[in-house]
């Protein structure tokens, strides 16, 4: 499975992005699919989940009610709605994808950069 990130950019504090990572090599669709970030000199920390059926989400605190992870499964497409961003949401954004049930995130996109300035 490939996965392709897009749509980060620089904007301003309060402003809003959409990134959108689509997945290609896979028919059978996934377990979840998810959203991570790296800000400069920090790990790799998670953001957001959606199951792939059934479509139940979960957020980390820090981004709860601002942003919003859905997907579009027939395009094997995941978006991440980011609204009311703040400098500390700078980092290199990451989709990643679970299979099956228990695997794991086996699969990484390439990562796409938002920058927030103040």
């Known amino acids: 499975v490939q996965l392709q990130a897009s749509g980060g950019g620089l904007v301003q504090a309060g402003d809003s992005l959409r990134l959108s990572c689509t997945a290609s090599?896979?028919?059978?669709?996934?377990?979840?699919m998810g959203w991570f970030r790296q800000a400069p000199g920090k790990e790799r920390d998670f953001v957001a989940e959606?199951?792939?059926?059934?479509?139940?989400?979960r957020y980390t605190d820090s981004v709860k009610g601002r942003f919003t992870i859905s997907r579009e499964n027939a395009k094997n497409t995941l978006f991440l709605q980011m609204n009311s961003l703040k400098p500390e949401d700078t980092a290199v954004y990451y989709c990643?994808?679970?299979?099956?049930?228990?695997?794991?995130?086996?699969?990484w996109g390439q990562g796409t950069l938002v920058t927030v300035s103040s």
């Open positions: 990643a994808a679970e299979p099956i049930i228990g695997a794991g995130w086996r699969s």
């Open positions: 090599g896979r028919t059978s669709g996934f377990n979840r």
């Open positions: 959606i199951m792939w059926l059934g479509g139940s989400t």
